[in-house]
């Protein structure tokens, strides 16, 4: 049995934007091309259509419907609201296959994943009937919470926040963690 950390997913393109939907060229490129047959040697897992593929130290959802192994393979970017995600995923992958280095995937800030694991601990403590002066206590310890000054505490705001902004993601689904977060206009 695997725990959740060891459990591979493979997402849909409609889903998670890093997934990459690929398909065979409609032209043959003029350099090399990248083939279903490279693919298949970087398979980690198969099913249906969606692999997940190791290259170099990083690994790439892929949507890819049966085809030869040796045809070119073109990248198709879906035009909605994930676009600028979903052009990152795929320079990623390209920049993984053909120099070996991608860059990092950017749709969480090491302060957005900090955030997340604080909402998550909270989300916790909350539900197994904590106080919020008992969460913030387990979540910055190094904060000394006088009882008296507690209604009055920025701690308790913020402790407030990671519950209730944890609730929402554990309510509404994970998968806004997918998405890289943006202003609205």
Avoid at 70 to 82: F, G, S, V, W
């Amino acid at each position: 049995m695997r725990t959740a950390l060891e459990q591979i997913v493979a997402w849909s393109p409609s889903v998670d934007p890093s997934a990459i939907l690929l398909d065979e060229s409609p032209a043959h490129p003029a350099g090399n091309a990248l083939t279903a047959g490279y693919l298949s040697d970087q398979t980690l897992f198969e099913q249906d259509r969606h692999r997940i593929v190791s290259v170099g130290d990083d690994r790439f959802c892929i949507d890819l419907p049966p085809t030869g192994d040796e045809r070119p393979l073109a990248a198709i970017i879906l035009l909605d609201d994930m676009t600028p995600d979903r052009l990152h995923a795929v320079l990623r992958f390209w920049a993984a296959t053909a120099r070996g280095q991608p860059p990092p995937d950017n749709r969480l800030t090491r302060q957005r994943r900090m955030r997340l694991r604080q909402m998550l601990r909270a989300v916790d403590g909350h539900q197994t009937g904590c106080s919020y002066r008992d969460i913030a206590q387990i979540l910055f310890p190094a904060h000394k919470i006088v009882p008296a000054a507690w209604r009055g505490d920025a701690l308790r705001e913020t402790t407030i926040r990671l519950v209730r902004d944890g609730l929402k993601h554990v309510r509404n689904g994970y998968r806004c963690l997918l998405r890289k977060t943006r202003r609205r206009r």
